[in-house]
């Protein structure tokens, strides 16, 4: 039988500024900023073009004369608190969930998802694009559990027909599951497991039978638990967490 020679896939080109990112160096849109502004060099030569086409493994990258080179992977785990913004910078100055991170000496880590201001509980971040994008992606259909205080008791016959789900502005708002977790004299804690998430997909589902959310904490996603992670704390998850969200891993 003859030889087959072997031949590897070729490299794919990306944007520059795309490129930036997925080094780890800053988020897409101030690689953008970083590349218009002419504080990037590729190969020595200024590039003011965020999609000039660009091949990590042969380019030397370096902004404001230093080299950029790929960081090592990182994975959080943060216990959001209530009244942060999932974002780096906010046009309207309110504090982001990078006041969480002040002081640690990390790499550019961007959120993986997004939880509202009003939310709370587990959020990751990571600065390894490609876990990011596996995590993300629907067909992946990893569930998210949340614990839910609302403003009334709910009923085993209402229960039911959130759990069949709602049409809202065009938008289909359906749940893997939920269930009643406990009930006082006048609210109650449900648990709504989502597949996949959409805009204030849980508060505007519940909006459609007149239940006001009063809390809202993600407490997990995937088989990954909040568990008891103080309140704005964060911590890196250890390689058997990593391997239970991406088992591609």
């Known amino acids: 039988m003859p030889d087959v020679k072997q031949t590897s896939s070729p490299e794919r080109g990306h944007g520059l500024a795309r490129v930036l990112s997925k080094l780890g160096h800053c988020s897409r849109s101030q690689a953008e900023v970083l590349v218009r502004e002419g ?33 090592a992977p990182v994975h959080l785990m943060l216990n959001k608190p209530r009244g942060l913004v999932t974002t780096r910078d906010d046009p309207e100055g309110r504090e982001t969930i990078y006041a969480c991170l002040e002081g640690l000496a990390l790499p550019h ?48 016959d209402l229960l039911a027909r959130i759990g069949e789900g709602v049409e809202d502005r065009g938008e289909r708002l359906d749940v893997r599951s939920v269930r009643t977790l406990r009930e006082g004299a006048r ?8 597949e996949e998430g959409r805009n204030r997909h849980i508060r505007r589902l519940l909006a459609a039978f007149d239940i006001e959310t009063l809390r809202l904490v993600r407490v997990a ?22 391997a239970r969200l991406d088992p591609s891993r």
């Open 39 to 71: 504080r990037v060099t590729l190969d020595g030569r200024t590039v003011r073009d965020p999609e000039h086409r660009t091949y990590p493994s042969r380019a030397a990258i370096a902004v404001d004369g230093q080299a950029v080179r790929a960081q």
């Open 109 to 156: 880590v961007s959120p993986i998802g997004r939880l509202d201001k009003a939310s709370e509980g587990l959020l990751l971040l990571t600065n390894d694009t490609a876990f990011a994008q596996r995590l993300l992606d629907p067909a992946s259909h990893m569930p998210k559990t949340y614990h839910v205080q609302v403003d009334r008791r709910v009923g085993d």
């Open 187 to 194: 609210n109650a804690w449900l648990e709504v497991v989502l």
């Open 221 to 242: 996603i995937g088989a990954l638990e909040l568990g008891d992670l103080a309140k704005g704390a964060v911590r890196p998850l250890d390689p058997s967490e990593i």
